[in-house]
């Protein structure tokens, strides 16, 4: 069991939902916190909640982890006053629902830059330090549900999403020999920011009924938070929030034909619910 105490944590994403609760909870056990997050005023606000009920913030800077600069700044100077991190949580990303047709270069190009490059930067600019340190530690990465399973009209984010999964299993082996564990999240529904910002190529009406539908079902971020920190502590690799996605996922490895006819039918009922009637 990996304590927490004391630790080095970076989390980006800290300002809403997933990041801002694990950087809550993280905090109350005693981490050492260094949090970033592109909104300055929300990344305020959790370090003003973390700091009122005495937990440690060392740094917290607001920039765009889609840009390398910004990001490999941010590690030096973490480097240089702190030393290397113990933990890393790459949390921040954003989503975009649609069909390809309805897709521009720049659709692929920002979801692209923020949920695969931002946590590449973040690997790049802190890892190679934790290697050099040689005391071990622990990479958690977000990635979701569509990281496990090709969900329709998440063409872009499942494919950042899927690259997570696979940097992710790539580090659980070539970082095992430096003692530095590597865990991939995989939500499901959460009730969050992303729910308000996330993109959707179709239906104004019909959108904002799947929305509502989104919210009913969904978990709450904190749930997601307690759920990284057991990992980390457990040193597990994959962990799925919801028994629903857990079943999908064992279908698609062990009945790929029951899983083909589930994602058929899923397909079919997200044109119904999401699709522009011409
Ligand atoms: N909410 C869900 O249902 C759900 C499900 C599966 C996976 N996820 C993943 O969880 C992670 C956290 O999302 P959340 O649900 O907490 O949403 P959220 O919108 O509440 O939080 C995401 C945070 O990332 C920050 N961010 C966005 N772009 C950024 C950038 N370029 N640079 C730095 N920070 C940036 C946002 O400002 C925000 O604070 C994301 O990677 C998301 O893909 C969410």
Aim: hydrophobic fraction near 45%; charged fraction near 20%; charge should be positive.
């Amino acid at each position: 069991m990996r304590e927490l105490k004391d630790k080095k944590v970076l989390i980006t994403g800290a300002a809403s939902g997933i990041g801002r609760a694990t950087a809550i909870a993280m905090g109350k056990l005693g981490c050492r916190l260094f949090l970033t997050d592109i909104n300055g005023e929300g990344l305020k606000k959790t370090v003003e909640e973390i700091s009122g009920t005495g937990g440690v913030v060392c740094l917290a800077r607001a920039f765009d982890v889609g840009n390398y600069q910004a990001m490999a700044e941010f590690a030096g100077d973490v480097h240089a006053g702190f030393g290397s991190l113990d933990i890393m949580v790459n949390v921040a990303g954003i989503a975009l629902f649609s069909q390809i047709e309805d897709m521009s270069h720049s659709d692929w190009e920002k979801v692209i830059t923020v949920n695969l490059w931002g946590v590449i930067h973040g690997l790049e600019c802190f890892v190679p330090a934790m290697v050099h340190s040689g005391r071990g530690g622990h990479i958690v990465t977000i990635s979701s549900t569509a990281g496990l399973i090709g969900l329709p009209w998440h063409v872009v984010y499942a494919g950042t999403k899927h690259a997570l999964v696979g940097i992710s299993e790539c580090l659980r082996y070539d970082l095992r020999k430096h003692k530095i564990d590597v865990s991939v999240v995989c939500p499901g529904a959460v009730n969050t920011g992303l729910v308000k910002s996330v993109e959707i190529h179709g239906d104004k009406e019909k959108t904002d009924k799947a929305r509502t539908y989104f919210i009913k079902r969904a978990i709450t971020p904190e749930k997601v938070a307690g759920l990284i920190i057991r990992t980390i502590r457990k040193r597990k690799f994959l962990a799925i929030t919801s028994f629903d996605i857990k079943l999908l996922f064992f279908l698609k490895k062990y009945c790929f034909p029951l899983y083909h006819l589930v994602m058929l039918t899923l397909s079919r009922f997200l044109d119904q619910s999401l699709k522009k009637t011409v």
